[in-house]
């Protein structure tokens, strides 16, 4: 799962990180993701910006988002997963990412769901996953992406 994350977001170094605010935790964001690509984002900074996402730019989403989505694959019980959910279902700028990466992203939401003892049990992780397929694959069925994104089993 991290290797087709691997795969499909490059390592990229972002200069803008924020949106132009300059609050105390939009500049925090600046010094902790300036000059580094996503897979040396610390995971304890994860765990405790559970909720900054929208607070990027969206140059830094589309760098940074693979960096939540591997924390969220990693602990699918912890606080990040299912912001990450709400987050994917409700606010994405979905511009200029790619086939592959969006098909990467609904097996991520996917698999974060199956994987939870908590979400997936909840209705609400089944409602989260139908709008996270509403909004990514038409992206994830551009030319080029793999024409079948798998449908979640439930291992229940
Ligand atoms: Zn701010």
């Given at each position: 799962m991290e290797a087709m994350l691997l795969e499909a977001f490059p390592q990229r170094v972002v200069?803008?990180?924020?949106?132009?605010c300059n609050c105390e935790t939009c500049r925090s964001l600046q010094t902790q993701l300036?000059?580094?690509?996503?897979?040396?984002?610390?995971k304890e900074f994860i765990r405790s910006n559970?909720?900054?996402?929208?607070?990027?730019?969206h140059e830094a989403y589309l760098a940074f988002l693979p960096a939540w989505l591997r924390q969220g694959i990693l602990?699918?019980?912890?606080p990040n997963a299912q912001m990450l959910l709400v987050n994917l279902r409700h606010?994405?700028?979905?511009?200029?990412?790619t086939s592959l990466q969006a098909a990467a992203i609904i097996d991520a939401a996917q698999f974060m769901v199956s994987s939870s003892k908590m979400m997936s049990e909840e209705p609400e992780s089944m409602e989260n996953i139908a709008d996270i397929k509403r909004v990514w694959s038409p992206i994830a069925a551009?030319?080029?992406?793999?024409a079948d994104v798998p449908a979640s089993r439930d291992r229940g």
């Open positions: 200069e803008n990180i924020r949106e132009g300036e000059g580094i690509s996503w897979r040396d984002v610390p559970d909720w900054v996402l929208p607070l990027l730019s602990e699918p019980d912890g606010e994405p700028d979905t511009s200029g990412f551009q030319l080029g992406a793999p």
